[in-house]
């Protein structure tokens, strides 16, 4: 049995390479940014996700301010937003140190626009507030982070999902389709496969999703007793014996 | 012998006064107090020689006699290598002379006393270490004392670890190893927080922090090498990782090599790892600090074995580090068990630490984790130690009832998170090297300028780090404001319907909003833990045996399960809210247990005891049994031999 942070300590497609950069000293040699960055983009296009090793990026980046790389941190935010609801994408930000901005007018630097804006999602998300994720992340203002950015990342929007369905199937035993679909931003057939590849059964004539238990929806009372073992009157039973 | 010696430079005021009635300058009566000086390894004619440079040194000479033979008697413990005479001499002769000369000033010059130890420079650096450490604990440092701290720990990290001769024939205490460990980061720290702040500096600092040096003094990479290099030398992680195997000690010594094995640098070793955990958490990396102390555990703080006897202080610090990262990966009962298990010792401990001259610097930093075990208490109440619980209530009772009501709290968890957390740096320094960005950094053009036309994007400012991360730790409470009035009104009821809901709470909550919350509360009842073999298992968690499995197989502090924290909860049937709450019953057993035990003593020690009358002088054995306890048991019952054959079984 794997405990529930082994995935994220060490994602089970971490290769060998990447497994002793990140354990190991060499993550401070800033010739190894480049192995490590293209390990990130590896996970934009497949959909992986190790966060240890893109924290090991902003640790660079935070030491050798020359290396930074504005689209590589909002990668990285993107996919710490998925991560939900472990805290990787307040790790991210523990490490952004402020910068000066760059003055290079050809250049903009575009992390000090988007950072608040991702800041933003990331705390609807934290709010568990799904249908108004949904519809900031369509509005204008993330036009352009939708299409420099998040087009690249495979499976965005199908992580996203999940981190709402980690929810649902923790809080819910039964839910609305309506209400379930503003949730993961899906209707009509799209819905009701994203709810059979979920394990999930739609009953039609009530419009409503029944979600099997696990260990968060089952709930009883429960009264703790107290368990006294031998063990612990050990003591006050040798004493009783001796005094004899 | 060494209480008379010490009475020559620490103790009895009239022989301080004898000294310090002499006229100073030039003509010093050489030795009156000779007679006393009876250290056979001191040889006259060596001190003679020495008496001679001092008259031509008015400085020197103006260095109380008291205090010279200090120095002479230090620096031949060093030479010895003699633990109790260096231990007496740092943790006593220093702070005695420090109060009685050098309370408001420099201790002298290392390059004034050098006569007095043949210049001597391996001494002069441990010196310069102890003369820096001073200044920036009793004075204001100024940009050359940091350059200058910089430097000789350069040197003497330089010595340690890049003698020609392999490991350096060097004796320390525990506890000196420790405080320079403990002071290097503490001077980064104040370095990269001096840095920082570039209003406000002289031409001349910013001139220095400009030039090329100026960039490297205490730059992140530097320090981080001084620890990672102690910790490949002296191989402390390969020692910890063998022992845990239960390998043989000649294996041990094999695996360790020559470094290894020797005292110094092994502590040097495990010390640096504890010094990475703060330098990483002062840098904000909370994952990458906790991951250095993997193989070291975290000591006593979480119940675990220390491998030696390391100062108070190291566990302290540990604990406070180690809770602070645990705090921000929002893992609060990790966070609360490190807190709550190092402050029940120092509780413990205090009484032996009443005097230590660190007593103040752990009572602060306990005080502090008191105060982060109320945010723990706050963001995920549980179950904690009575004794130490009893505390934080008592200091931050108001506090938590303010911070219990939501929104309205986040002053004061600002407040509280701002007094206790460390104080966070930047890896890097503003740009000294380029003055036009310097000048815009300091004063910033007004905004409403019409010469830029993106004002907010052109200017740069540099923030306090700390406020990043108070930020994330306050955007988890405002998540959390609604828990404790949905808790308070869920209590009321077994089902209730979320409409219904709705309408007990504030008007312009709709039932969409109150869903979203409970989902946020559902988060807020589980939280990822590490869940300890033994203690799990009578921990009355229903899922403790699949998780037992677990444990056994990482041993990594990030390591962890799901665990449900709350005692209330609640499942969502459609729109129809079904809550269950789970009660813990009282607990007897420990307490009979703990009594009958104290009882079984006072009942021995009164059956050992002779009869009232037959001696009038005898004592009443019962008093104080309750702190000596541990020890009276072991003796009293013993007396009748006989032991039970099934106690053993069990």
Redesign the interface.
């Known amino acids: 049995m794997t405990s529930a942070t082994s995935e994220w300590l060490t994602p089970s497609t971490r290769t060998e390479l990447i497994e002793n950069l990140v354990s190991g000293v060499d993550r401070y040699n800033p010739s190894n940014v480049s192995i490590l960055e293209d390990y990130l983009y590896h996970q934009i296009r497949s959909g992986e996700y190790d966060c240890l090793a893109n924290l090991a990026i902003l640790k660079l980046y935070q030491f050798n301010s020359d290396l930074y790389n504005p689209d590589v941190v909002v990668n990285i935010l993107l996919k710490a937003l998925t991560a939900e609801p472990f805290p990787d994408y307040n790790l991210c930000t523990s490490l952004l140190d402020d910068r000066l901005v760059n003055m290079n007018p050809d250049e903009p630097d575009p992390l000090p626009v988007l950072l608040p804006i991702l800041t933003n999602l990331y705390n609807l998300l934290h709010q568990c507030r799904f249908p108004a994720f949904w519809t900031f992340y369509h509005s204008d203002e993330l036009e352009s982070l939708r299409e420099n950015y998040i087009v690249e990342c495979v499976g965005f929007e199908e992580a996203i999902r999940e981190v709402a369905a980690r929810a649902v199937k923790a809080t819910f035993t039964r839910i609305g389709l309506d209400r379930l679909g503003t949730y993961v931003d899906l209707s009509g057939p799209e819905l009701e496969m994203w709810i059979e590849k979920q394990g999930w059964s739609l009953d039609i004539s009530t419009r409503t999703v029944s979600i099997p238990s696990n260990p968060d929806n089952e709930i009883e009372s429960v009264v703790i007793r107290e368990n006294v073992k031998l063990a612990q009157l050990q003591k006050v039973i040798a004493h009783a014996a001796q005094v004899k | 012998m060494s209480a008379q010696r010490m009475a020559l430079w620490a103790a009895e005021p009239d022989l301080d006064d004898d000294i310090n009635d002499v006229d100073i300058p030039l003509t010093i009566p050489p030795y009156q107090n000779a007679d006393l000086y009876d250290d056979p390894n001191l040889d006259e004619s060596a001190l003679l020689a020495v008496q001679a440079q001092i008259a031509q040194q008015t400085a020197l000479a103006q260095i109380p006699d008291v205090v010279k033979r200090f120095i002479v008697h230090f620096h031949q413990a060093v030479l010895d290598n003699n633990l109790p005479e260096i231990t007496l001499a740092y943790e006593s002769g220093w702070n005695r002379l420090t109060e009685k000369f050098y309370a408001r000033t420099e201790w002298p010059e290392a390059e004034i006393i050098a006569p007095l130890v043949n210049d001597d420079q391996i001494f002069l650096i441990l010196y310069r270490e102890l003369y820096y450490r001073h200044v920036y604990s009793r004075l204001q440092p100024d940009i050359d004392d940091r350059f200058h701290s910089y430097e000789n720990s350069c040197e003497l990290f330089n010595y340690l670890l890049n003698s020609e001769v392999g490991p350096v024939p060097l004796s320390l205490p525990a506890q000196w190893l420790w405080d320079i460990i403990d002071e290097f980061i503490y001077q980064f720290q104040s370095f990269a927080l001096y840095r920082s702040r570039p209003a406000n500096k002289t031409d001349e600092e910013l001139a220095m922090l400009g030039s090329e040096g100026g960039a490297q003094a205490w730059s992140?990479?530097s320090v981080?090498n001084v620890l990672?290099s102690l910790i490949?030398k002296s191989r402390v992680n390969e020692w910890l990782k063998a022992r845990a195997e239960g390998k043989s000690d000649e294996e041990i010594d094999e695996i360790v090599g020559e470094y290894g094995t020797k005292p110094l640098y092994r502590q040097l070793g495990y010390f640096s790892l504890i010094g990475l955990l703060r330098v990483h958490v002062l840098?904000?990396?909370?994952?990458?600090a906790l991951?250095v102390m993997d193989n070291a555990g975290l000591g006593l703080c979480a119940g675990e074995k220390v491998p030696f006897t390391a100062p108070t202080a190291a566990h302290v610090s540990t604990a406070y580090h180690a809770g602070v990262c645990y705090l921000?990966?929002?893992r609060f009962t990790d966070a609360a068990r490190v807190f709550t298990g190092c402050l029940n010792w120092v509780m413990r401990a205090r009484q032996y630490h009443t005097r230590s001259y660190q007593y103040d610097q752990i009572n602060k930093t306990a005080d502090r984790m008191y105060a982060l075990l109320a945010l723990c208490q706050t963001l995920a109440p549980t179950r904690l130690d009575d004794n130490v619980i009893n505390v934080v209530r008592e200091r931050y009772g108001e506090q938590m009832t303010r911070m219990g009501r939501g929104e309205e709290g986040l002053g004061t968890f600002e407040e509280i998170f701002l007094y206790a957390c460390p104080k966070f740096i930047?890896?890097?320094p503003p740009?000294y090297n380029d003055p036009n960005?310097l000048a815009l950094?300091i004063n910033p053009p007004t905004p409403s300028s019409p010469s830029s036309p993106t004002p907010t994007?052109?200017?740069?400012?540099?923030?306090d780090?700390t406020q990043?991360?108070l930020r994330?730790l306050s955007?988890?409470f405002l998540?959390l404001s609604p828990v404790p009035t949905l808790r308070s009104l869920l209590k009321l009821y077994t089902s209730l319907d979320a409409r219904k809901l709705a309408g007990f709470l504030d008007t312009g909550v709709d039932e969409?909003?109150v869903?979203?919350?409970?989902?946020?509360m559902?988060?807020a009842g589980?939280c990822?833990g590490r869940v300890r073999g033994a203690a799990g298992a009578?921990k009355?968690e229903?899922?403790s045996a699949?998780?037992a499995?677990?444990?056994s197989?990482?041993s990594?502090l990030?390591?962890?399960?799901?665990m449900s924290i709350s005692d209330l909860?609640?499942?969502?049937?459609?729109?129809m809210i079904?809550?269950?709450?789970?009660?813990?019953?009282r607990?007897?057993?420990?307490w009979f247990?703990r009594n009958?035990?104290h009882a079984?003593r006072v009942?021995d020690g009164l059956r050992a005891s002779p009869l009232p009358g037959s001696l009038p002088g005898a004592k009443t054995q019962g008093k104080g049994g309750e702190a000596k306890g541990d020890t009276s048991?072991d003796t009293a019952?013993r007396?009748?031999g006989?032991?039970?054959a099934w106690?053993k079984v069990?």
């Not at chain 2, 840098?283 to 990458?288: E, I, M, S, V």
């Not at chain 2, 869903?515 to 946020?520: C, D, R």
């Not at chain 2, 079904?578 to 019953?585: D, F, L, N, Y």
């Open positions: 992140s990479y981080l990672y490949q840098l904000g990396d909370f994952t990458l991951k921000m990966l929002r930047t890896a890097n740009p960005t950094l994007s052109g200017t740069p400012t540099i923030t780090p990043r991360h994330a955007a988890h998540a969409e909003e869903l979203s919350w409970m989902m946020v559902k988060n589980r990822v009578d009355d229903k899922n699949s998780t499995n677990g444990s197989a990482g990594s990030l390591d962890g399960e799901w909860n609640f499942v969502i049937d459609e729109n079904h809550i269950a709450e789970s009660t813990v019953g607990r007897y057993a420990g247990i009958s035990e079984a009942f048991k019952p007396t009748s006989q032991k039970v106690s069990v």
